[in-house]
């Protein structure tokens, strides 16, 4: 068997799922050798060697479509999308460091810059028919703990 029938049948045995390791065993090989040959196959069909690696690339296209959701979607798809988006960054950002921090409240601060509410300019209106007021003389902190005797 020549180098090339060999080579043939190994990348069908690494296809079908066979371990590289036991490749290796059977045909008296190095598994380093049988090990490279998966990652070039891995590389060939998925873009990477690693499964990591494969992940990665698919959430960076993943957050393409969905910064791309966020611009086009009608306005519920994308209130929905954005609340969710929100709900799931407050579990990360626990582990995030005070410069991706920072960098994460500037888009945002960024993103609700771009959103609007509506045409409603209360600019012009009188909002104190809205505020609570009590007429009573009576201090309403008047022997509260947090403030001081």
């Not at 959701?69 to 209130?79: E, G, K, L, W």
């Amino acid at each position: 068997m020549n180098e090339a029938d060999l080579s043939y049948v190994i990348t069908r045995l690494l296809e079908v799922g066979v371990p590289p390791t036991a490749i290796a065993k059977a045909l008296g090989m190095d598994p380093f050798i049988i090990r490279g040959m998966m990652a070039d196959l891995r590389i060939e069909k998925y873009g990477a060697a690693e499964m990591a690696e494969a992940l990665a690339v698919l959430q960076w296209d993943a957050l393409a479509e969905a910064r791309a959701m966020i611009h086009d979607a009608p306005y519920n798809v994308r209130s929905r999308f954005i609340a969710g988006i929100l709900n799931k960054s407050m579990s990360l950002t626990a582990r995030q460091s005070p410069e991706t921090m920072g960098n994460l409240r500037s888009d945002f601060l960024d993103l609700l810059g771009e959103m609007t509410v509506g045409d409603d300019d209360l600019a012009g209106e009188d909002t104190t028919a809205f505020v609570a007021v009590d007429s009573s003389d009576e201090d309403q902190d008047e022997g509260s703990v947090s403030r001081a005797p």
